[in-house]
């Protein structure tokens, strides 16, 4: 299977109460910098601050499935011992999904490798929204737990890289990543009224993408022509997003968490003790944060 991270029998366990604070939690993809978000979440749950609807794009979906489950260390235990696993990353993963990168290996039968705890998952006080983006329009596809018929399609789809993975069809839809058209869904829980909402990002707050268009959406995904246009420009209206959110949290609008400094690690990473890293750095600004967020989202706010 390959070399696994040298903490992994390290990392917390355990299930998150099922008290429930109000407010909507915003998940930013980023591939396996998802580690931040991870050891993030698995913070959070530790100390007891379990929000009540979960929105994530991506690698952030991927890492609040295991938050919506209250399953401590799930996502991380994952990531950072099947890293070279082969039929998650690797020759094994692109015989059977046509891609490097295999998302089925996590989402097919909710998870065999550390099976999710679906009872809790499923339960209707706490909602799930996995964002990817139709093909054929170009516009973002909202999948929401208890509404859709398949919400792990749904993040398979959401988990997609563009370029290197084929497209997820949902009800006779290609889907692909959700980033290619949305890569931070806050838009999404302001318009649904959302009063407390919390961001999570997998870059540091000075962070912004080369501004440019590209081209090479425009052909490669020439047969949906919408898709290839939003893909194109990508990087502006990430930056742009990131730009809103400053405002918004300046405002006291959104509540915005960012790597406290720097990430260096590679969206397909290789080195597991850098993820590894990565997770704890996630985990320790939770808790250097977390008076902050508790005061944000307000007592007595508990469902």
């Known amino acids: 299977m390959g070399k696994t991270y040298s903490g992994l029998d390290r990392l917390p366990r355990g299930q998150a109460s ?46 609040g499935v295991s938050y919506v489950s209250g399953q401590i260390g799930r996502s991380g235990r994952i990531n950072l011992g099947y890293r070279h696993d082969s039929r998650y990353v690797g020759l094994r993963a692109f015989l059977h999904s046509r ?67 084929p497209p997820v069809r949902i009800d006779g839809v290609p889907h692909l990543d959700g980033g290619c058209s949305c890569a931070i869904p806050f838009r999404w829980a302001l318009e649904q009224g959302y009063e407390k909402i919390l961001v999570i990002k997998t870059r540091d707050l000075t962070f912004r993408k080369e501004t440019k268009t590209s081209s090479a959406a425009l052909r490669f995904y020439r047969k949906w022509p919408a898709f290839a246009r939003n893909l194109s420009v990508s990087t502006l209206r990430y930056n742009e997003e990131c730009s809103e959110i400053e405002r918004l949290h ?12 720097p990430v260096e690690v590679a969206r397909v990473e290789k080195d597991v003790e850098k993820l590894g890293a990565l997770y704890w750095h996630g985990y320790q600004d939770c808790l250097d944060l977390q008076d902050e967020m508790r005061s944000y989202l307000g007592a007595g706010d508990e469902t």
């Open 18 to 63: 099922e008290k429930l604070t109000h407010g909507c939690l915003v998940l930013e993809g980023g591939a396996f910098r998802g580690l931040y978000t991870q050891g993030f979440l698995d913070a959070m749950m530790v100390n007891d601050l379990n929000l009540d609807c979960v929105i994530g794009v991506s690698a952030g979906a991927l890492s």
């Open 250 to 261: 300046a405002e006291g609008r959104l509540f915005r968490i960012a790597p406290s400094r």
């Open 99 to 165: 891609s490097l990168l295999d998302i089925s290996f996590l989402t097919e039968d909710r998870g065999i490798l550390e099976p999710m705890d679906g009872e809790r998952f499923d339960r209707p006080e706490q909602r799930f929204i996995a964002v990817a983006t139709n093909c054929l329009t170009g516009e973002p596809a909202y999948f929401e737990k208890g509404i859709c018929s398949d919400i792990m399609l749904g993040v398979r789809a959401s988990a997609t890289m563009p370029y290197i993975s």
